[in-house]
């Protein structure tokens, strides 16, 4: 007895969807001989399979474009830590020619500053200043901030005498007119 031949069938079958697979793989950037080989084995499964894989291709292309966006950023921190330095640097400088002048140690401490030794430089007599002066009589209340000419008229007018008070941002307090730069003007 004879054994009826169904062998040609699903061999057909089998093939059909390893051909369509075999097909479809070449876009979807696959190797087409595996994929004929694994829709000749799982038959309908295998297309399918392979639309829901991601795309090599897209993948190898998304992998680029990260790895130069890394690149690009690490180059724009590069020259962001190189700025910061250079005005680290020029704001060190800056406070460095500050502390010179105000005789100050800011750098040697942590704590805060430190005062050094600091020999100020000769003062010129320029004369008492010659504006932003207020005045009170005493017990009265604060006038200005007036200018020095304008003192100056009102002692002549005998508005103000050496009992007035006067403060300037230069004393330290209120003091008689008499005991300030200004009793020159008496």
């Known amino acids: 007895m004879l054994i009826p031949f169904v062998f040609p069938r699903s061999i057909l079958v089998r093939v059909l969807f390893g051909v369509i697979a075999g097909l479809l793989a070449r876009p979807r950037g696959r190797n087409p001989i595996g994929w004929f080989l694994l829709g000749f084995v799982g038959g309908p499964f295998a297309p399918l399979l392979l639309f829901a894989l991601p795309n090599p291709r897209d993948w190898l292309k998304r992998e680029e474009h990260e790895r130069r966006e890394r690149r690009r950023l690490w180059e724009l921190?590069?020259?962001e830590r190189l700025k910061n330095q250079a005005s680290r640097g020029y704001a060190l400088r800056r406070i460095d020619t500050h502390d010179e002048v105000l005789g100050?140690?800011?750098?040697?401490?942590?704590?805060?500053?430190?005062?050094?030794?600091?020999?100020?430089?000769?003062?010129?007599?320029?004369?008492?200043?010659?504006?932003r002066w207020y005045v009170a009589a005493p017990g009265g209340p604060a006038r200005g901030p007036i200018d020095l000419p304008g003192i100056e008229e009102r002692i002549r007018s005998g508005e103000f005498d050496e009992s007035t008070l006067v403060w300037h941002e230069t004393l330290s307090d209120w003091k008689p007119l008499e005991t300030t730069p200004l009793r020159r003007l008496l």
């Open 77 to 79: 921190l590069t020259m």
């Open 104 to 131: 100050v140690d800011t750098r040697s401490v942590v704590g805060g500053p430190v005062l050094v030794p600091f020999t100020p430089a000769p003062v010129l007599d320029a004369g008492p200043p010659k504006e």
